[in-house]
């Protein structure tokens, strides 16, 4: 399990001895309901609990604009900015030629599928500002140019209430060469 | 002394009255030595070794574009990313009307005196992208606009190499914000 080291380890096996049976039980029914009920969204392939996840079947929704995403968990953090409208797409990882993540083993043919048929007009390139994130921008942004959507990539540059000084070069050089015009 | 404590002071006196005589006589004429020789650039009020400094000095740099910082620090952080060529003006800090930091405490008559006089095409605002510095950038914005330049904030969004899940709802929501198109 992420984050339970060895010792995590004994410590929740010793609790689990020590807790009454019924406890027990129920974590266990819990973790077989969780696994039984998890649907994966059969448009945007995140997780839900209907074929067609909560996201996808909001109509007040931007059916117009699709954010790409690694994981649900992107979706998660997305949502929780309360800033977006529109729908998801997750493409279940990044590029990773090293650890055999290729193109064939991410939802790029089901996103290609959405673009053709689902009225989208633009594709916001979430995935992760790191090498396999870039990448797998960079990847997209050529393969669905053709289809005539608007192609975009979110912004890289310093946090908000950052500090210059505590900037690494790499991502204020970012911020430097993404800068905007400002509307006064 | 900034990141000197009154452990460290002590730890930094007692070693003082260790040292050899001309070690602490020469420590004690290099810290005059700074102060005597140390100018602020009579241009953009970097700090520098001469009236005017290297980076106004320097014939090769765009003197269209100027880089609107706090800092000299800020002037050497944006040096380190090595993506700038412009010019610098070095405000001497950000509004902070509760510290009694007003427009009159910072080198903003210089800059406007700049932008008329010195055939500056872009400004770009490279304030911290905190309170501070956001509120001193818009002011700057609507300042700088009528006198005919392009006035530019740096980019607020994940860093490099960074992850959409450990990012603030803030900075995410900026990031989507300022995404921009991909030219692939």
Known sequence: MPGIGPKSAQRVAFWLLKVPDEDALRLAR??????????????????????????????RRDATVVCVV???????????????????????????????????????????????????????LCTNPNLEGDTTAMYLARLLKPFGVKVTRIASGLPVGGDLEYADELTLGRALEGRREVDA
């Open 70 to 124: 690694e994981d649900p968990r992107d979706v998660v953090a997305v949502e929780r900015t309360r800033e977006y409208r529109g729908r998801y797409h997750v493409l279940g990882g990044a590029l990773n030629p090293l650890e055999g993540v290729g193109p064939e083993q991410l939802r790029i043919r089901e996103l290609l599928y959405r673009l053709d048929n689902d009225g989208i007009r633009e594709a916001i």
């Open 30 to 59: 819990m973790i077989v309901e969780v696994k039984r009920q998890t649907r994966v969204c059969t448009v945007c392939f995140n997780v839900g609990v209907s074929e067609i996840c909560t996201i996808c079947a909001d109509t």
